[in-house]
């Protein structure tokens, strides 16, 4: 029996931070006629990283959000974890990726770091035209550039409140 979708997707998304840990959690509900409703839920938890021996642990506060854009959304932890979730925009889950960062430099206005993968899923629905996807332990970076932050690994942007009032990040 095949379904018409008529109502689309609501999505909620939410993230948290809790001592070394960046946490994103998302909720995707589909109406599917009157007849049928499929709920997902989302949630990724990177472990902290283990604290530097004598260093003065890194500044990641250019990186802190909120981030987010159309039907996307970005955590970054004080200790560096990068949490992204993507949607395409309608109904299907594109990716979740965590990154740990590393070597933060500049100021929020234009701030870059390098990133390492720490866990990458693509869903099924993820376009195969797009870009490939990482794998674990590959090396990026990720920019913040006058309220634009961007990571190598997708070129996906995220906005801060400014830049998502005046719709630079999509609707």
């Known amino acids: 029996m095949s379904l018409l979708l ?3 997707v609501l999505t909620a998304c939410s993230s948290s931070t809790t001592t070394g840990q960046a946490v994103l959690t998302r909720t995707a509900t589909v109406h599917a006629t009157v007849t049928a409703t499929a709920v997902r839920t989302v949630t990724v938890t990177a472990p902290a990283p283990k604290p530097a021996s004598s260093a003065s ?4 506060s250019a990186f802190l959000g909120p981030w987010s854009g159309h039907t996307r959304q970005l955590a970054v932890s004080p200790a560096g974890v990068v949490t992204e ?3 395409d925009g309608c109904c299907s889950f594109q990716y979740d990726l965590v990154l740990q960062l590393s070597n933060p430099s500049g100021p929020k206005a234009d ?9 990458v899923n693509v ?4 376009p195969k035209s797009a870009p490939k996807p990482p794998n674990l332990g590959d090396k990026g970076s990720v920019s913040v550039k006058n309220g ?16 998502s009032s005046i719709g630079t990040c999509g609707a």
Request: with cysteine; hydrophobic share 45%; proline share 5%.
């Open 6 to 8: 008529l109502a689309g």
């Open 85 to 87: 979730a993507v949607s």
């Open 57 to 60: 642990a890194p500044d990641f």
């Open 111 to 119: 701030a870059r770091a390098d990133a390492v993968v720490l866990s």
């Open 123 to 126: 869903f099924p629905d993820y």
């Open 148 to 163: 634009v932050f961007t990571d190598s690994f997708f070129n996906t942007t995220f906005c801060d409140d400014h830049q």
